[in-house]
């Protein structure tokens, strides 16, 4: 099996070295016509064919191997899991990415298909642009595949060493305590990782369109239009990335939260955010011949961000619980491709500048700050130093000591103070952006606009307010009264007025943004049949518009007004009882406890009936689950929800007196955390819908494809 996969990997090697070279000779020869170029670019995308046929052998062996339990391979040894029951299968699926090796081969593969499918729809028509952008695939390929066949440590294909054998081929108990951290063993962690990865993929269809249209000197908004659809499909990959990652987090650590400011964390949060700033300088490109260089420098930094995070994750300079092990040759590669893909841009850019230049006033100047041209400036420029904020902060840690927070590991509540007040502004903006329009705005035409979606904002608002003062306000004073680690955890993120005056504003931007998305949604639906047809991406992006206004609603309450009760629940064994538990208007009260084996696991449970205001709502069984081969533990949260609050339990086992180690936590609005992410995903793929028309209609008669852009962002007379 290993020398099978072996093969695979030098086969995508050849076959990628071989159509890069094809690719180049063919743009070489382009302009001395003949049909040496189009023979040239035929070769280029067999190689890619090849590529992907090879890759997808390799990730096929691992699979087997691992479903089939065979231990000759070393990768698979490590990352096996032991699961049984109805979920043991996606398990062992899920140990293809579940380490370092894997996940490189897997991520190899994914750039593979994303190839294939380029090469696949361009086809028909192939043109020089496409063929330039599918060396660049391939270029960014050979690099993970080299990495993949030229570093020991990072090969996925090493054959176990003998000693883990016994003479009669059965694994020895040190290697049978080998294999997948239980940690892992969950539905949303096992998803969690490929979402992630097509993201990341993904976003290197738009870093090579845009170097092709660089090396090709095309400036016009065909490159943009042909990646649009597969930025919005890695961005909506990234967004579920993330959130099956915060379910995880909540439901199995056992720790409270679904966001800690972990690096691993922020590594997948950085290419989101300019995700964000990419999808809508394309809009303003596509439409208006704005943003040209910008589009073409935002698609470099978004695939930089991707391999800063796989930096972050895999060079061991920073410090993480979710971090594989790092090596040399990742840190050496990964670091190359951050400086070579932003460089690449620049000097492009420089080469291209009077190609890709301002030449006309209507292509870069702001006629007014109160414009939607202003406004897409504005909101490129928040992500972008928030991301480079963010950046820079992740990786203080193994900065010099002589920069600002060089050799420290911030805490979440620094990232917090930071990120609070810049999510409100950006709240603010993209609430008022739909209504301003091109160019300049006229204040009769935005208070048309604005009266009615604000009295109603005011209206939510003013219920918003009163839940503030009558549930989150008394929560935090009684956490402040209290006093101890609590309290002092709160202080050190701001004076108390500074505190909720944050959350007082957020709570207002955030009904503004609702109601205005809401409305611009609804005229959007209004439209008739045809114009709904031509409106899905103006109806997708007020759908994720409104989400954003429903998410900060949320994460105002679950993270910044959360009541926690960590105590010692004392437990007489004789008779089997045990002290009551009160947080808030929450009782718990112990109905008792089990030890069962399950597997080669042992899964010790306690557990409490819950009573609210003295009426009952329901039994919680928190759990602490132990792997006696490798003796981890697993901390099973138990999760009571309701509308507008969860009861978060967690056990974490017993102390010297037997008595019980209880967690508990009342998180407000969580709920709603859930919705607005469900809300932000589905308006997503709203938009993404549109955008394949839109492709679609490109590659037929222009005219109808400028007329459906014109109608899906409103550009008709009547929205101007």
Excluded at 34 to 59: K, M, Y
Excluded at 378 to 398: C, D, E, Q, W
Excluded at 666 to 685: D, E, K, Q, R
Aim: proline fraction near 4%.
């Amino acid at each position: 099996m290993g020398m099978i996969g072996l093969l695979g990997l030098l086969v995508a090697f050849a076959a990628a070295i071989i159509s890069i070279v094809c690719f180049l000779i063919g743009q070489a020869r382009h302009a001395k016509g003949g049909s040496l170029p189009e023979t040239l670019a035929w070769a280029g995308r067999i190689g890619v064919v090849l590529s992907a046929i090879a890759l997808t052998v390799c990730c096929g062996v691992l699979v087997w191997a691992f479903f089939t339990g065979d231990m000759t391979l070393e990768y698979v040894l490590r990352n096996h899991s032991d699961a049984s029951g109805p979920d043991s299968w996606l398990f062992q699926l899920a140990g293809l990415w579940a380490g370092r090796q894997g996940s490189l081969l897997f991520w190899a593969w994914l750039i593979s298909v994303f190839g294939l499918v380029v090469a696949l729809r361009t086809n028909k028509a192939e043109k020089p642009l496409d063929n330039m952008a599918l060396m660049v695939m391939q270029l960014v390929l050979l690099a993970f595949v080299s990495v993949l066949l030229f570093s020991e440590d990072n090969m996925p294909f090493t054959l176990t060493d003998p000693s883990y054998f016994g003479e009669d081929g059965s694994l020895t108990a040190g290697a049978s305590a080998l294999g997948m951290n239980s940690l892992l063993e969950h539905w949303a962690m096992a998803i969690h990782p490929p979402t992630l990865f097509i993201g990341y993929a993904g976003l290197t269809v738009p870093f090579a369109y845009a170097i092709a249209a660089l090396i090709v000197n095309d400036d016009s908004s065909e490159w943009v239009i042909r990646c649009t659809p597969y930025a919005l499909f890695s961005w909506l990959f990234l967004g579920i990335g993330i959130g099956l990652g915060a379910i995880w987090a909540y439901v199995v650590l056992g720790w409270g939260g679904y966001w800690g400011w972990d690096p691993v964390e922020n590594a997948s949060l950085l290419p989101w955010l300019i995700g964000v700033a990419l999808i809508h300088s394309f809009t303003a490109y596509r439409t208006h011949g704005t943003f040209k260089r910008w589009s073409v420098m935002c698609a470099c930094i978004a695939f930089t961000t991707v391999i800063l995070g796989t930096f972050i994750t895999r060079s061991g300079l920073v410090q993480s619980v979710h971090a594989f092990e790092g090596d040399s040759v990742s840190l050496v590669l990964f670091l190359g491709l951050i400086i070579a893909s932003l460089l690449v841009g620049v000097i492009g850019l420089v080469v291209r500048r009077k190609t890709f230049g301002v030449t006309e006033k209507a292509e870069g100047d702001l006629d007014s700050v109160f414009s939607r041209e202003a406004a897409y400036y504005i909101n490129n420029l928040i992500l972008i130093v928030f991301t480079a904020l963010l950046a820079y902060m992740t990786i203080s840690s193994a900065l010099p000591p002589f920069l600002p927070f060089g050799g420290q590991a911030l805490s979440a509540g620094t990232y917090d103070a930071i990120a609070r007040p810049i999510t409100i502004i950006y709240g603010l903006l993209i609430a008022v952006c739909p209504l301003v329009g091109w160019k300049r705005t006229d204040g009769k035409a935005f208070w048309k606009k604005a009266r009615i979606p604000g009295i109603c904002a005011l209206v939510l608002f003013i219920v918003l307010m009163v839940y503030f003062f009558t549930y989150l306000l008394p929560s935090y004073n009684a956490i402040i009264e209290k006093g101890g680690s609590a309290a002092a955890g709160l202080l050190e993120q701001g004076a108390p007025a500074f505190y909720n005056g944050i959350a007082i504003v957020g709570l207002a931007v955030a009904s503004v943004l609702f109601f205005n998305a809401l409305f611009m949604l609804v005229k959007n639906l209004r439209a008739g049949s045809r114009s709904i047809r031509n409106r899905f991406a103006a109806i997708g992006g007020s759908m994720c518009h409104l989400a954003i206004g429903v998410i900060i609603v949320g994460l105002i309450g679950s993270a910044m007004y959360v009541t926690e009760v960590q105590a010692y629940v004392p437990y007489d064994e004789e008779t089997d009882t045990a002290s009551t538990l009160t947080i808030q208007d929450f009782e718990l009260t112990y109905a008792g406890n089990s030890i069962e084996p399950q597997g080669s696991d042992i899964i010790y449970t306690v557990e409490f009936d819950v009573t609210k205001d003295g009426q009952p709502v329901g039994t919680v069984s928190p759990s602490v689950q132990l792997t006696t081969t490798t003796q981890q533990q697993k901390l099973n949260a138990s999760v009571l929800g309701f509308p507008l609050e969860d009861l978060f339990v967690v056990y974490r086992g017993v102390n010297a007196d037997g008595a019980f180690s209880m967690d508990v936590r009342v998180n407000p609005l969580i709920s709603v955390v859930w919705v607005g992410f469900a809300l932000l995903m589905l308006g997503t793929v709203i938009a993404l819908f549109a955008k394949r028309r839109i492709t679609s209609a490109n590659q037929g008669d222009a005219k109808p494809c400028k007329e459906a852009e014109d109608d899906l962002l409103g550009k008709s007379s009547e929205a101007r």
